[in-house]
């Protein structure tokens, strides 16, 4: 074994190094297979309006694996991320959401559905983003407008001049954004009036414990009323209890999305789910 030589050497026959290390690069090599095998699916976790409305889904990958069964994108997005094969995954689900948009403005019942779309920071970094957007809605022909595009708030803060440049580009084709895990980075007023933004996610880890951590409360009210004056939606993610719920709507949040109201699940129960709402309002209108 070489120790290590000084502050900054590299201990290259650290034997622990050497597992974790050879451990990514078999998963990195999974995953480019699982992409070209087709083991990826979408989920969906429905968004609701205050009064009830479903207005759309949030698309979230999952890995069919052949073993494993379905496996989380905690096991594998971060790995994804720090590889080049996140460009070609995002370019999946960008193109496997569009579709299902296409072929959700073909039913009236489900028409009105936005999909909300991760996008990491390689992804969106990418020179020729833009065109690969625009392009996949072209081919797929799902109206942009229903399209939303979830960026992090440190993805943003990286570079806020390429950002500004993308995303205006993208909202004159009505492409819509919203930024996800609102609080966690380092928000600053001055970079959200200058983005063209829709939407604030408000990040899980506040949603959590409201009502319970005083912290959470204020920064949640302080988001909420931030979000007003700049006139741009909020959405809460994580919304697990009706208590919880509550709280935010009493402080002005209109949009939910979480266990309580529903969780990930496959396009045919979705469905289902609407189908089953839209046939109890049908009934009790009469
Ligand atoms: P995210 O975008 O912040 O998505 C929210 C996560 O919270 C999802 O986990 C969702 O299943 C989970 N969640 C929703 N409601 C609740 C709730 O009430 N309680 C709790 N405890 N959790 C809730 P998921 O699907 O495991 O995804 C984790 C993260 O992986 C996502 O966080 C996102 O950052 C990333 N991810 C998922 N799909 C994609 C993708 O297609 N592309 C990229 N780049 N990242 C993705
Ligand atoms: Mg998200
Ligand atoms: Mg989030
Ligand atoms: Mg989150």
């Known amino acids: 074994q070489v120790k290590s030589q000084g502050r900054n050497?590299?201990?290259?026959?650290?034997?622990?190094?050497?597992?974790?290390?050879?451990?990514?690069?078999?998963?990195?090599?999974?995953?480019?297979?699982?992409?070209?095998?087709?083991?990826?699916?979408?989920?969906?976790?429905?968004q609701f309006h205050l009064d009830g409305r479903m207005v759309g889904a949030e698309a979230l990958i999952r890995w069919q694996h052949p073993?494993?069964?379905?496996?989380?994108?905690?096991?594998?997005?971060?790995v994804a991320e720090e590889s080049e094969l996140i460009v070609p995954m995002g370019h999946w689900v960008l193109r496997t959401a569009c579709e299902q948009l296409a072929?959700?403005?073909?039913d009236e019942r489900y028409r009105h559905l936005q999909v909300s779309v991760n996008v990491s920071a390689r992804q969106f970094r990418q020179r020729d983003f833009v065109a690969r957007v625009v392009e996949v809605l072209?081919?797929?022909?799902?109206?942009?407008?229903?399209?939303?595009?979830?960026?992090?708030?440190?993805?943003?803060?990286?570079?806020?001049?390429?950002?500004?440049?993308?995303?205006?580009?993208l909202k004159t084709k009505g492409v819509r954004f919203s930024v996800d895990d609102f609080g966690t980075g380092y928000s600053s007023l001055a970079y959200l009036t200058r983005l063209p933004l829709d939407?604030?996610?408000?990040?899980?880890?506040?949603?959590?414990?409201?009502?319970v951590r005083h912290t959470d409360d204020v920064i949640v009210q302080t988001i909420l009323g931030m979000a007003r004056n700049l006139e741009l939606d909020v959405i809460a993610e994580g919304v697990e209890?009706?208590?919880?719920?509550?709280?935010?709507?009493?402080?002005?949040?209109?949009?939910?999305?979480?266990?309580l109201l529903g969780r990930p699940t496959p396009v045919a129960d979705l469905e289902a789910l609407i189908e089953s709402a839209t046939a109890t309002a049908t009934a009790v209108q009469g």
């Open 9 to 46: 050497a590299l201990c290259f026959f650290d034997p622990q190094m050497q597992i974790v290390i050879s451990m990514r690069a078999q998963l990195e090599a999974d995953l480019q297979m699982a992409l070209t095998a087709r083991q990826f699916v979408l989920h969906y976790q429905p």
């Open 67 to 78: 073993e494993r069964g379905l496996v989380a994108p905690g096991e594998f997005i971060g």
């Open 103 to 106: 072929a959700w403005q073909g």
């Open 138 to 169: 072209r081919e797929t022909g799902a109206r942009p407008h229903l399209l939303k595009l979830e960026l992090t708030e440190s993805l943003v803060l990286d570079n806020v001049d390429d950002t500004i440049a993308k995303i205006g580009m």
């Open 199 to 211: 939407q604030l996610k408000i990040d899980q880890s506040f949603v959590r414990n409201l009502g």
């Open 241 to 259: 209890t009706e208590a919880q719920k509550d709280f935010l709507a009493r402080h002005g949040c209109v949009y939910f999305q979480g266990y």
